[in-house]
């Protein structure tokens, strides 16, 4: 025992020097083999069940779990005018009210019992009902998920609840100055009658009754309008079989999902000032943005993150947070569209007197991202962010699930089946000569719209050091944004 310590000491001894030389004396020196990943192919997992539904069935024995989740063609924009709200309450309350066989109580005592979750929303594209529970249960969780789907009860006082919930929250629309800028961010970005602009009011909540649910829950939650992703602790035979019965013998009749509405009106140039007494102004930079299947989408993403998406890399962080000291968080976005053009977003929040400066700083680097080349140093960090996260999407036998899902829910699987595959492709080839083309492109100044929401008087006097004009930034001039009354949203006086 002695001797056999004593060699591998030794051993250890003599290979400690060769070991040491090998480790870099900095960080930066590290290197590391290229990584190899490929995805997995979405076409391994579909399956087109004879209830209606396609579903993707990813079988993972690692763990006693098994996830299901339904995505519904629906949302937001199937609201009837002046119902406002009725497609989130309804997304809400499918698990939350009750069904026909077991009252809202019963219902959360026995998920509670089995140490499950369910789980219902609407949101402005589409609703989702889930459930994830342990593989011992799963015909238990499958009864249950089928009451929820086809006979939710909407129990009165579960309804009144919501109500007084919403109407609370109402009451405190104008408090945070973060919750105006988002409302009249979107009022901007999309027009005031683009369906995503129609926010609830004390009188849509208010006229909103148990027919108006049932209604809408029948018109929508149908096998033909779901897509479905299930993961976990299971015989793939055997799931495919239990979903079809799941589905099958539907109790009542649907309608065929509707197009997502594209008719979204971009604001006219200007500043858009908001008075609000707070001593920060919030900003928001905007500029009509693109669809994700634009061939310009990949050069765009890399834009944006050098410009502003990527964090304290980004040039936009850089100037006004870390050289200016001018806010804490500054940023920018542009993701694409699935069914409209999305918005392009440089933001940030700053104190009122340099909210005007901080204004002018961004448009310098918005335009001298289109009038100058990137550096090598830029592109190669902007471009291994998206390639070196790329397996994200698929860490987990779930996360494989769900996003084949949505692809097969937004169309894409079917019109672009090698997105996933060809991704990493197609961000490695983008080029500088790319980026400046579609900077100069889609950052056009003259289309500019700027949101501020603040003081509005402190924001004006702006920086005696820095003296920047409303007119100085945008030929649009200012424009006025009265507060709206929070439970009619209507302009107050």
Known sequence: MKTNTIVFWLLLALALPSVAAEIPDRPEKLTFPKLTYEPPNGA??????????????VPNRELPLVSISILVRT???????????????????????????????????RLAFLAAGLTSSVGDTSGSVGVNLLSKDLDEGLTMLR????APRFQKDRIDLYKTQQLQAMKQRNDDSRNIERRELVRLAYGDR??????????SIESINEADLRGFHQAWFHPRNFVVAVSGDFDRKTMVAKLEALFAKWPYRAQAAKPVPTDKQ????????????VNQGRVDIMLPGILRDNPDYYAVQVMNDILGGGGFTSRITNRVRSDEGLAYSAYSYCPGGTYFPRTFVAGYQSKSRTVLYAAQIVLEEMRKITQEQVTDKEIETAKASYIQTFPQAFETKTAVASTFASEEFTGRLAKNPAYYKSFRAKIAAVTKDDIQRVAAKYLTPDKVAILVVGNKEEILKGHPDHPVTVKSLTSGGLKEVPLRDPYTLKPLK
């Open 44 to 57: 391994e997992y579909r399956v087109p069940l004879k209830s209606g539904p396609v579903a993707f069935v």
């Open 75 to 109: 949302g937001k924009y199937n609201e009837p005018k002046g119902k406002e709200g009725l497609a989130a309450m309804t997304g809400y309350l499918l698990s939350k009210g009750g069904t026909q066989n077991r009252s809202a109580e019963e219902l959360e005592e």
């Open 147 to 150: 009451e929820v789907l086809t």
């Open 266 to 277: 971009f604001a006219k140039p200007g500043v858009y000032l908001v008075d609000k007494e």
């Open 194 to 203: 683009f369906f995503r602009s129609q926010v609830t009011t004390k009188a």
